[in-house]
């Protein structure tokens, strides 16, 4: 088995370094060219949106997973080839890890910590087993490694990298490590 759909977590804000902008548009295209879905949260604004239109024009699939509260404030991207309008902010979260193979984290800010820190809690929990990368584009991340590392060295985590979460420094990367990695396998409690 092959990655076949990858859930991308990153920012909606607009007004972001052109760098992390580009990051989005270059990974929603060879995303779509290497025949993988992009599942994210719905959004026409921000990276999100920039990830889904390069997504979409290099012919690629875009499942969007947006809250009804957010619709209804004119975020969601009509455009996406599947948009779900979810319950809530959980039930969104929930629906999009179920529908990825594995899961990517670009640039952004508290929204995109919060999915990042949740993912790799339920892959720590046993709740999946899916592969999630960490997108560090021009060192936006290394604040978040030290962290991290921070967390390991005072006792209160076991080496999280590379066992839940790897670490790659650009899209290039990341499309090499999905081309290697393989979707897991179902969850060992049956809580999700």
């Known amino acids: 088995m092959t990655i076949s759909r990858v859930c991308v977590y990153c920012g909606s804000a607009g007004a972001v370094d ?34 889904a239109d390069a997504a979409l024009d290099a012919g690629g699939r875009v499942i969007g997973i947006i809250p009804g509260v957010l619709r209804d404030a004119e975020l969601a991207h009509q455009g996406a080839t599947e ?30 910590l919060d999915e990042m820190f949740e993912i790799v809690t339920w892959r720590h929990l046993g709740l999946h087993d899916k592969p999630v990368f960490l997108v560090d584009i021009d060192g936006y991340w290394e604040p978040l490694r030290c962290l ?14 590379p066992r839940l979460l790897e670490i790659v420094p650009g899209v290039a990367d990341l499309i090499a490590a999905l081309a290697r990695a393989r979707p897991g396998g179902p969850p060992r409690s049956g809580l999700l």
Do not use: N, Q, S
């Not at 548009?25 to 026409?44: P, S």
């Not at 309008?85 to 929930?94: L, Q, S």
């Open 18 to 51: 052109e760098r992390y902008r580009e990051a989005a548009r270059e990974l929603g295209g060879a995303l779509a060219r290497a025949g993988i879905d992009v599942v994210y949260g719905g959004g026409r604004i921000g990276l999100m949106g920039l990830l």
């Open 148 to 161: 991290l590392d921070h967390l390991v060295a005072h006792k209160f985590a076991a080496p999280l990298v």
């Open 83 to 112: 948009l779900v309008i979810a319950d809530g902010m959980h039930e969104r979260k929930r629906l999009m890890t179920e529908r990825a193979d594995a899961f990517a984290i670009l640039p952004g800010g508290i929204g995109t």
